[in-house]
């Protein structure tokens, strides 16, 4: 959807880095929701942020939201093989459906 | 807790043939979404369930797709006739609300050729 970009489009990293993806609404976010995906697979939901600064961790994966700049990033801490697939965002938007990012693809190297 | 059951996983066809997927949601899940996404893009909404209603169908192609949920539960979601451009996958999920907290099936791989 053209109301939701993500950046990187893909993402190479050497296992134990740590890395940042980044989430960028073009309207004013009531909730922003990260699910990751494994090629071929359905989504898996990770976290969901509703306020603005809100800031949500679930084992080595944090994600937060900037209300006022209106994006997110997802920032993943000494990454693992177990952590490749595709991560995409999620938003709702007054008087719209539920859209998502296209995804940031992200492979670990081990 | 059984998750959300599609099938098939895979499915290649000739165009202009006719395609039907079936899913199965988390039981109790009133809310049921079947979405399309082809390959490097997000997933675009193509349905969306409150129990056996349509909630929303705006961006479903009608001249050849079609949904239903009878009774409530199983849902299946028809192509006829497929397109090139069908080619993508379908993954249908559920939630107990309206919220985009949904559980996702592992979705079907159509290959339209």
């Known amino acids: 959807s053209q109301e939701l970009e993500q950046s990187p489009q893909s993402l190479i990293v050497q296992e134990g880095k740590n890395l940042t993806i980044n989430c960028t609404s073009s309207?004013?976010?009531?909730?922003l929701y990260w699910y990751k995906q494994k090629y071929g697979e359905g989504l898996i939901f990770l976290m969901m942020l509703q306020k603005g600064g809100e800031e949500k961790s679930h084992e080595k994966i944090t994600a937060k939201l900037d209300e006022k700049k209106q994006q997110s990033s997802l920032h993943i801490t000494a990454s693992q093989p177990s952590h490749a697939g595709i991560y995409l965002c999620g938003a709702g938007y007054y008087g719209q459906n539920f859209v998502f990012g296209p995804g940031t693809r992200l492979s670990v190297l081990p | 807790e059984a998750g959300v059951a599609q099938s098939p996983r895979y499915k290649i066809i000739e165009k202009r043939q006719s395609v039907a997927f079936w899913c199965n949601p988390i039981s109790g899940h009133a809310t049921l979404y079947w979405y399309q996404q082809i390959l490097g893009q997000g997933p675009k909404l193509l349905i969306q369930f409150q129990n056996n209603g349509v909630v929303d169908d705006s961006q479903l192609p009608k001249d050849r797709f079609s949904a239903e949920r009878l009774k409530g539960v199983d849902s299946t979601l028809k192509i006829q006739p497929a397109k090139l451009e069908d080619s993508a996958v379908y993954l249908c999920?559920?939630?107990?609300?309206?919220?985009?907290?949904?559980?996702f099936g592992q979705g079907t791989r159509l290959t339209v050729v």
């Open positions: 309207k004013t976010l009531y909730g």
């Open positions: 999920a559920s939630s107990l609300d309206h919220g985009p907290e949904a559980f």
